[in-house]
């Protein structure tokens, strides 16, 4: 494959040379490129996410890939250059990210159960940090306000899960 598909896609010259001292990276790299759509700061977080999780786990870049569904993703031709870099982007940052990803997904699931059980919102502090998160309700009207109140307090059990969740390990 051809090297220039880095300069072609603005990829700073220092990642592209960086990436020469690493066949293999590059390898996979140019692959990446050349079936998914990715941007130039998503390919240097991709290359920054893929060199941290060859770090801590040990492993060759090929076993992070397979392991990740990336040839899949990259051969389902039913895929858009833009779902595929998304969709990589996504596994690669679960990957790198673990704990916080959990965290997000419990977050995001709590979220959904929230608003589909009151009508409310609930919004979790960025990246957990803290021991708190914020509930809101549109009133309109006083039967609003009455309404909310009934909703919360059916809401509890969800709430002192929500509370519990984002306490733990924060």
């Given at each position: 494959m051809d090297i220039s598909?880095?300069?072609?896609r603005?990829?700073?010259p220092k990642?592209?040379?960086?990436?020469?001292?690493?066949?293999?990276l590059l390898g996979f790299s140019l692959r990446i490129l050349d079936k998914a759509g990715l941007n130039a700061n998503s390919f240097k977080n991709f290359i920054r996410y893929t060199r941290e999780i060859g770090l801590r786990e040990g492993r060759p870049f090929d076993e992070i890939f397979e392991s990740a569904g990336f040839f899949k993703i990259l051969d389902d031709t039913s895929l858009s250059e833009k779902t595929k870099g998304e969709e990589l982007m996504i596994r690669l940052y679960s990957l790198r990210y673990?704990?916080?990803?959990?965290k997000q997904?419990?977050?995001?699931?709590?979220?959904n159960k929230f608003c589909a059980a009151t009508g409310g919102e609930i919004t979790f502090?960025?990246?957990?940090?803290?021991?708190?998160f914020k509930i809101s309700f549109t009133i309109k009207?006083?039967?609003?306000?009455?309404?909310?109140?009934k909703t919360i307090a059916s809401a509890l059990?969800?709430?002192?899960?929500?509370?519990?969740e984002i306490r733990e390990n924060s």
């Open positions: 598909i880095l300069e072609k603005g990829i700073n990642i592209a040379e960086s990436l020469r001292k690493e066949p293999e673990p704990f916080w990803s959990r997904a419990a977050f995001t699931k709590l979220k502090p960025d990246f957990a940090e803290g021991n708190s009207n006083d039967a609003d306000i009455e309404k909310i109140e059990p969800l709430l002192k899960e929500s509370l519990k």
